[in-house]
DNA sequence: TCGTCCGGCGTTTTT
DNA sequence: CGCCGGACGA
């Protein structure tokens, strides 16, 4: 038997709303993961609910991984186990796996990332032959868009988001075509085709549908606030049987429109599944009344919101501070200085985070950061596999389990160099063109077409058709690194970079790597085949290569400062948070308020207000280096307007040098005592 | 086939 | 100011 005892009445009314759709919108800090879980437990120990029925969507895969880690301290694993809680796109693979040749793909299908899409866009723009040069990037995510409005190449042309005078539409629906087919024919699909597939699936298929939402009765979407349109369907699609859809969110923390997040699912809930229960939980454990005023008010401005305050018991007086900096190097300076005082005083850096809009403005903390020997981490840097010596790799083990998969192909091809060049490739690619076949199977079938390469051919093909063989007999760790010895990749990187440090660097994370697999494999013994990790790979899903690379451990929390984006510091709580660059044009950012996104940037702001549990630091420049040149700044227009509130103190750090304004005052008071004292000895 | 040089561009990004 | 991608030359 589970207690709800511990739940404070909202949340306990929000645990026990199981029937039929509800809305439990929770506020920063207001014990929204505490809630859910103890939800889900009460629904299988106390309600005895099959586990196996309840489904539990959220957007990252490390909320997933924290959602069950905490269902399953309460009701242990056993249990738990048969939860399904993933994310969107991990269910969507793993449905489509079973279903995916229903709508003419093969099973073995591999997921472009965004440069293998990128590198289509620019051939097909090649092809359309653009004068006139058109942004790949805009015509991604102009497709991206219309994926998530639900709209196929083949619906584009006839559909309202298409106009014909426009070139850049016109160019598009050339591109849009092009891309699907070669996607099809490399048998890939894209992030956003594991929904959009799905949901095909779904409308295509109503049978499979209903066999989906037969088996999951209880469904729970995370982060509501989020979802996309695509998401909505989806959802539509695995409610079709039953009406039982809890879904939690927070509309002020909605910071994703840019990926195609639609507010109104969650503003128009109601409308959208009619007799719905709204639960809300106001009640804030984190942050001090100060912090949460000046929160509440910043966005009590923005229009399309739903009315609710937050509130919390936790008294204080300490205003959030304002700094006014010279530039970025003394934002940065003094920011590490007041974080040097704070290690002295014996605080954790652990409990501190510096939060910013963009990454380029973590530049100049990490330099005074490192001057000063504070041990720091950046949270959502450079990904390990975006590094380019283990997406070499991960194209191997690609090509290996798809060898339709034509991007990987090519870019291991001559990886490391065995001289089959651009020439090689072309004559190839024009052969399988003709043909009609794979660029894989042109190599297996005309091996001798360019005479003095056929023996370089037959090499890398044997690499391929001999580790497809391997991959099945022997274990994963050993024959990836069994494939690293083969094709010399160690003996590459050295060529590659005359840094020492570089290829030992590389090197080693190649070692990481392989450790990775043998993680994966110790965890899911037989399951652990080359598909299922690709899988994960592909999905950016292992854990074990987080937890290698970070070396993180539950108990002991690492004693450093914590570097991010505002954008990934929603969901995360500190006792002390910088939040620099509080700016017209940074925040709100320029392009921004061109765009007219203004209420994002203002829940952004929000956002990180609402990370600080007891000391909140902003800080703005007099002027900032961008591109080269010093511009002039102002303080940002969410704080600006709130200046005569007596919500946060401004304190001008230009003036002071190294002082604060208080301790200048103090210095003067000293320095005047102390004269005076003087003076009356004499 | 590979390396170098020059010009353009510069936000956030759960999968 | 610095990075990345395309062009062009060795």
Redesign the pocket.
């Known amino acids: 038997m589970i207690s709800l005892a511990g739940l404070n009445p909202e949340q306990r009314h929000a645990a026990e709303t199981i029937e039929g759709p509800v809305l439990i919108l929770a506020g920063a800090g207001s014990g929204k993961t505490r809630t859910i879980t103890y939800r889900i437990a009460h629904m299988v120990d106390n309600l005895n609910i099959d586990p196996k029925s309840i489904l539990g969507v959220?957007?990252?895969?490390?909320?997933a991984r924290e959602m069950k880690e905490r269902v399953s301290n309460l009701l242990g694993n056993r249990k738990s186990r048969k939860l399904t809680l993933s994310?969107?796109?991990?269910l969507?693979?793993k449905i489509l796996k079973k279903e995916i040749t229903k709508l003419g793909y093969y099973k073995n299908f591999t997921i472009f990332?965004?440069?293998d899409q990128?590198s289509i866009i620019?051939e097909a723009l090649k092809m359309y032959r653009a004068d006139k040069?058109f942004?790949?990037?805009v015509v991604l995510?102009k497709i991206g868009y219309l994926k998530n409005n639900g709209i196929s190449h083949t619906d584009y042309e006839h559909s309202s988001f298409f106009d014909p005078e426009d070139p850049y539409d016109v160019a598009i629906e050339y591109v849009y075509h092009f891309y699907q087919e070669k996607l099809a024919f490399y048998n890939a699909i894209d992030?956003?085709d594991?929904l959009f597939l799905t949901v095909r699936l779904f409308n295509d298929f109503p049978d499979v549908a209903k066999k989906y939402s037969e088996l999951f009765q209880f469904i729970m979407i995370d982060?509501y606030q989020?979802?996309?349109n695509l998401q909505f369907q989806l959802i539509l699609g695995l409610t079709s049987s039953h009406n039982n859809l809890c879904v939690v969110g927070d509309d002020d923390q909605?910071?994703?429109s840019?990926?195609?997040?639609d507010l109104s699912n969650i503003l128009d809930f109601e409308s959208k599944f009619p007799g719905a229960k709204v639960i809300k939980l106001e009640e804030n454990y984190r942050s001090t009344s100060s912090i949460l005023g000046l929160a509440n008010k910043v966005i009590e401005i923005n229009k399309e919101r739903r009315d609710k305050t937050l509130w919390t018991k936790k008294k204080s007086d300490a205003l959030p501070k304002i700094w006014l900096t010279a530039n970025t190097d003394h934002e940065a300076e003094i920011t590490i200085e007041q974080i040097v005082q704070y290690q002295g005083d014996g605080m954790h850096l652990a409990d501190i985070a510096i939060l910013y809009?963009?990454?380029?403005?973590a530049q100049p903390l990490e330099e005074h950061l490192r001057l000063s020997n504070v041990p720091y981490r950046i949270?959502?840097g450079q990904?390990f596999y975006d590094k380019k010596e283990v997406k070499d790799i991960m194209a191997y083990l690609f090509v290996i389990l798809n060898p339709r998969d034509q991007l990987s192909l090519r870019r291991v091809l001559?990886v490391p160099?065995?001289?089959?060049?651009?020439?090689?490739?072309?004559t190839f690619l024009k052969k399988s063109l003709e043909e009609n076949i794979t660029l894989y199977d042109a190599f297996l079938k005309y091996p001798d077409l360019i005479p003095n390469?056929t023996e370089v051919i037959n090499k890398f093909t044997k690499i391929i058709t001999d580790f497809q063989e391997k991959f099945k007999k022997h274990s994963l760790p050993e024959s990836i690194s069994c494939l690293v010895e083969d094709i010399k990749f160690n003996q590459y990187i050295e060529?590659?970079h005359d840094n020492a440090k570089q290829v030992e660097r590389r090197k080693n994370d190649i070692n990481i790597f392989i450790e990775s697999a043998a993680r994966y494999e110790s965890y899911n013994k037989s399951h652990a085949t080359l598909e299922n990790f690709a899988q994960k790979l592909?999905?950016?899903?292992s854990q074990d290569l987080e937890e290698l690379n970070e070396e993180e451990d539950d108990d002991v929390r690492v004693n450093e400062v914590t570097l991010?984006?505002?954008?990934?510091s929603?969901?995360l709580e500190f006792d002390t948070i910088f939040l620099i660059g509080v700016e017209e044009e940074t925040l709100p950012?320029?392009?921004?308020v061109q765009?007219g996104?203004v209420d994002?940037?203002r829940r952004?702001c929000y956002v990180g207000i609402t990370r600080a549990r007891e000391t909140l630091f902003m800080t703005y420049c007099k002027e900032r280096?961008?591109?080269?040149?010093d511009v002039p700044r102002h303080l940002s227009r969410f704080l600006n307007d709130l200046k005569d509130d007596k919500l946060f103190t401004l304190q001008d750090r230009t003036t002071f040098g190294h002082m604060t304004e208080e301790d200048a005052n103090q210095y003067k008071k000293s320095f005047f005592k102390n004269l005076m004292d003087d003076l009356e000895q004499k």
């Open positions: 959220s957007f990252t895969n490390k909320a994310t969107f796109h991990s969507g693979v990332d965004s440069s990128l620019r040069s942004d790949r990037k995510s992030f956003d594991i982060e989020d979802t996309n909605s910071i994703y840019f990926r195609g997040a809009r963009s990454n380029t403005q949270l959502g990904k001559n160099n065995r001289g089959i060049g651009k020439a090689t490739l072309d390469k060529k590659s592909l999905l950016q899903d991010m984006t505002l954008h990934s929603k969901g950012h320029k392009r921004s765009e996104g994002e940037e952004l280096k961008l591109f080269g040149k």
